[in-house]
């Protein structure tokens, strides 16, 4: 795992970016009630899917902060910034791959608005994505934490 020496500015932009994704996250939870999601009132659903959104992205902003304090160039897409995230150490395979797997195509789905968004497929997404980004925000945090942006320290 590479060292990663990260000025201060860098790290409270990431500090500030992995507060949001927090925030987001706990805004996100009460929003998402299993069972209704077909009924679900379309401000609470706009709201659900803006949150999704915003959770990939500030992940993303993150993942590209972590390029950029490597000095390698930066992800060119989100799926990209994943990978980018693991080679680095930020968080395991199996986690980037989720995000991979599930969430960039649902954020593109919602952005670029594709095709008219499935309530339930949104609302199951959404609950799974709400621990990623928790387990996502705790291996951020635990890098940071070291000092020098590694988990090793």
């Known amino acids: 795992m590479a060292d990663i020496p990260m000025d201060e500015p860098t790290r409270r932009l990431v500090e500030r970016k992995l ?20 009924g ?29 304090a490597a000095g390698v160039a930066p992800p060119s897409t989100t799926r990209e910034s994943f990978l980018i995230a693991v080679r680095f150490g ?21 952005v670029h608005d594709y095709d008219t968004l499935d309530a339930t497929l949104v609302a199951r997404g959404a609950t799974r994505l709400l621990a990623d980004a928790e387990e996502y925000a705790r291996h951020v945090a635990r890098w940071l934490g070291t000092g020098t942006g590694t988990p090793d320290g």
């Open 40 to 68: 679900t009132p379309s401000l609470r659903r706009r709201a659900i899917e803006r949150l999704v959104q915003l959770l990939v992205e500030v992940s993303s902003d993150i993942n590209g902060l972590v390029a950029a």
């Open 19 to 38: 507060a949001l994704l927090i925030e987001y996250a706990d805004e996100l939870r009460p929003l998402v009630v299993p069972g209704d999601e077909p």
């Open 90 to 110: 930020v968080v395991p395979d199996s986690l980037s791959g989720r995000f991979v797997a599930s969430y960039v195509g649902l954020r593109n789905r919602i």
